[in-house]
């Protein structure tokens, strides 16, 4: 661990603050603010147009979550308000039965899976139905849950940002940073696109958009796009420093430079398939299969020399 500490006080002195602190104050704040903004036009309207841009809001939240690292009581958040391959509850029944019961909204709705943005899409997406009172008093009480879990976010990440006190050393914060990274493209590449696509061990040959993240209101592409742009925000070229910036320092330029190519190459894929329609994603697939190895196996492994080289000339 001593190799990696050497390298980024190095980085240190090229003028900015640690790259954590960076990405929270140009990436993850902003990112939760429009969050909230986009759920607090939801709320007002009940709309499905608000509710697809909150989808695309929320998810560029959740692809780069880092106020766990940050304060561990909120390392649960991202689950309390998103169920996306979650356990195996059957939400639909148990909104049914919310629906029809005569109990106050917030007494039926005890528990968080009854509250998430899957919740929201259920009760705006079931019919072509305008909204009745007993629906709106449910989906009220998912809202402020849901508010409420982003602004715990949201003032992690300002209180982070404002204090600059950088309780997130440059290890731990770049370890936090590439984890979620190559978790995130894992995900897409299995769950958001390979199940459905019946393109994972799993589901092999049986393709089905149900399996899609947001079946209900066709915004599974659209949670996809936001995943990218989140990832874009953090390793593409940016006016501000951000995850990329430290890993060109360190001598991982050429190993960038591959990553921005294979994320590009996904948004190209993705943009010739119709909307939510997984059975010709082929070759989106396989885009986010070199998308995650470009970070596996060729920035880590560069980084990783890097400081090695590091620890032996300074030894």
Same mark, same amino acid.
């Given at each position: 661990?001593?190799?990696?500490?050497?390298?980024?006080?190095?980085?240190?002195?090229?003028?900015?603050?640690?790259?954590?602190?960076?990405?929270?104050?140009?990436?993850?704040?902003?990112?939760?603010?429009?969050?909230?903004?986009?759920?607090?036009?939801?709320?007002?309207?009940? @709309?499905?147009?608000?509710?697809?841009?909150?989808?695309?809001?929320?998810?560029?939240?959740?692809?780069?979550?880092?106020?766990?690292?940050?304060?561990?009581?909120? #390392?649960?958040?991202?689950?309390?308000?998103?169920?996306?391959?979650?356990?195996?509850?059957?939400?639909?029944?148990?909104?049914?039965?919310?629906?029809?019961?005569?109990?106050?909204?917030?007494?039926?709705?005890?528990?968080?899976?009854?509250?998430?943005?899957?919740?929201?899409?259920?009760?705006?997406?079931?019919?072509?139905?305008?909204?009745?009172?007993?629906?709106?008093?449910?989906?009220?009480?998912?809202? @402020?849950? #849901?508010?409420?879990?982003?602004?715990?976010?949201?003032?992690?990440?300002?209180?982070?940002?404002?204090?600059?006190?950088?309780?997130?050393?440059?290890?731990?914060?770049?370890?936090?940073?590439?984890?979620?990274?190559?978790? @995130?493209?894992?995900?897409?590449?299995?769950?958001?696109?390979?199940?459905?696509?019946?393109?994972?061990?799993?589901?092999?040959?049986?393709?089905?958009?149900?399996?899609?993240?947001?079946?209900?209101?066709?915004?599974?592409?659209?949670?996809?796009?936001?995943?990218?742009?989140?990832?874009?925000?953090?390793?593409?070229?940016?006016?501000?420093?951000?995850?990329?910036?430290?890993?060109?320092?360190?001598?991982?330029?050429?190993?960038?430079?591959?990553?921005?190519?294979?994320?590009?190459?996904?948004?190209?894929?993705?943009?010739?398939?119709?909307?939510?329609?997984?059975?010709?994603?082929?070759?989106?697939?396989? @885009?986010?299969?070199?998308?995650?190895?470009?970070?596996?196996?060729?920035?880590?492994?560069?980084?990783?020399?890097?400081?090695?080289?590091?620890?032996?000339?300074?030894?």
């Amino acid at each position: 661990m001593k190799k990696i500490v050497i390298l980024f006080m190095f980085l240190v002195s090229f003028g900015f603050s640690n790259t954590f602190t960076q990405v929270v104050r140009n990436v993850s704040l902003p990112n939760v603010n429009k969050a909230i903004q986009d759920l607090e036009s939801l709320q007002k309207s009940y @709309s499905k147009d608000d509710f697809k841009k909150f989808v695309y809001s929320w998810k560029k939240v959740q692809a780069l979550y880092l106020a766990g690292t940050i304060n561990s009581d909120y #390392i649960d958040n991202p689950r309390y308000i998103d169920i996306f391959h979650e356990g195996h509850e059957d939400i639909v029944t148990q909104l049914d039965r919310a629906i029809k019961s005569t109990d106050d909204a917030q007494i039926t709705l005890f528990k968080n899976s009854t509250k998430s943005i899957n919740a929201v899409e259920y009760l705006l997406y079931k019919d072509d139905k305008k909204l009745t009172k007993r629906e709106k008093d449910l989906l009220n009480v998912m809202f @402020s849950a #849901i508010l409420s879990h982003l602004k715990e976010v949201q003032e992690v990440y300002a209180d982070y940002a404002k204090n600059n006190k950088e309780t997130v050393d440059e290890e731990t914060g770049n370890a936090a940073i590439i984890n979620t990274l190559i978790d @995130s493209t894992y995900k897409l590449k299995e769950w958001r696109v390979g199940e459905p696509a019946g393109l994972t061990i799993k589901y092999k040959d049986k393709p089905d958009n149900k399996r899609g993240e947001y079946y209900l209101s066709q915004q599974s592409f659209t949670a996809i796009k936001a995943i990218l742009d989140a990832h874009d925000d953090v390793i593409g070229d940016k006016k501000y420093k951000n995850f990329a910036t430290m890993a060109v320092y360190s001598g991982a330029k050429a190993q960038v430079i591959q990553v921005r190519k294979a994320l590009e190459k996904v948004k190209q894929e993705l943009a010739k398939l119709k909307t939510d329609d997984f059975s010709n994603a082929q070759d989106l697939y396989q @885009s986010m299969v070199d998308f995650h190895n470009a970070y596996y196996l060729s920035l880590i492994e560069q980084l990783s020399v890097t400081a090695k080289i590091l620890e032996a000339d300074g030894d």
